[in-house]
Nanobody, 117 residues
Framework: QLVESGGGLVQAGGSLRLSCAAS????????MGWYRQAPGKQRDVVAVISRDGNTAYADSVKGRFTISRDNAENTVLLQMNSLQSDDTGIYYC?????????????WGQGTQVTVST
């Protein structure tokens, strides 16, 4: 129910934009975010955004990445600038929804980002 796009291969210092679209059947979407899993490491948060636009970033990406969302389109974007080799990994979109007082969590299939030096 989450479709990601925008990954790829980029040289260090370059930019990429990731996009994640949630299906229209999802209701009451609250927090949306991006997570990253580097080779051999656990999946960690990169950036999250609340429904009203409050954002939080991992220290390693502050000032370089920008997360945004379109509530009408149920999409979340991650603009990544000044990419570094440490940014390499699989990026996953995560969406939290609420239905009848219960929280549901959805993950995208992941999109590969590779930064070459």
């Amino acid at each position: 129910q989450l479709v990601e796009s925008g990954g790829g291969l980029v040289q260090a210092g370059g930019s990429l934009r990731l996009s994640c679209a949630a299906s229209g059947s999802m209701s009451s979407i609250s927090t949306m975010g991006w997570y990253r899993q580097a080779p051999g490491k656990q999946r960690d948060v990169v950036a999250v955004i609340s429904r009203d636009g409050n954002t939080a970033y991992a220290d390693s990406v502050k000032g370089r990445f920008t997360i945004s969302r379109d509530n009408a389109e149920n999409t979340v974007l991650l603009q990544m600038n000044s990419l570094q080799s440490d940014d390499t990994g699989i990026y996953y979109c995560k969406v939290d929804t609420w239905d009848w007082g219960k929280k549901y969590v959805y993950w995208g299939q992941g999109t590969q980002v590779t930064v070459s030096t």
